[in-house]
């Protein structure tokens, strides 16, 4: 079992950049797929961004693709989800994912994914 923590979030102009973090417990990091999640007001959480155990394959929503880049470093038990040139429609709230179970083919729903933190805010103003 994984325990997954969120921080990064914040307010942020249109335009601007900023960097969630999620760390993870227990010494099997290397051997979870992670992902990245997020969930408007009233809306459903929607698939962001995904890496394999070794970070050699990284997978992106169409919405987000060339503005965010999702990382891991093992040794730090930890995931990154770099987001450049947020805009207003980005706001929510993002949720780092795990699943010992990695398919050949990534998962891009929500219930792909066995362990969830619980999440950061990230409002974008315009």
């Known amino acids: 079992q994984v325990q997954l923590v969120e921080s990064g979030g914040g307010l942020v102009q249109a335009g601007g950049s900023l960097r969630l973090s999620c760390a993870a417990s227990?010494?099997?990091?290397?051997?979870?797929?992670m992902a990245w999640f997020r969930q408007a007001s009233g809306q459903e959480r929607e698939f962001v961004a995904a890496i394999t155990r070794s970070g050699s394959g990284t997978y992106y929503a169409d919405s987000v693709k060339g503005r965010f880049t999702v990382s891991r470093d093992n040794a730090k038990n930890t995931v990154y989800l770099e987001m450049n040139s947020l805009k207003p429609e980005d706001t929510a709230v993002y949720h780092c994912a795990a699943t010992p179970f990695p398919n050949s083919v990534v998962g891009r729903a929500p219930s792909s994914y066995q362990y969830w933190g619980q999440g950061t805010q990230v409002p974008v103003s315009s």
């Open positions: 227990g010494r099997t990091f290397s051997s979870y797929r």
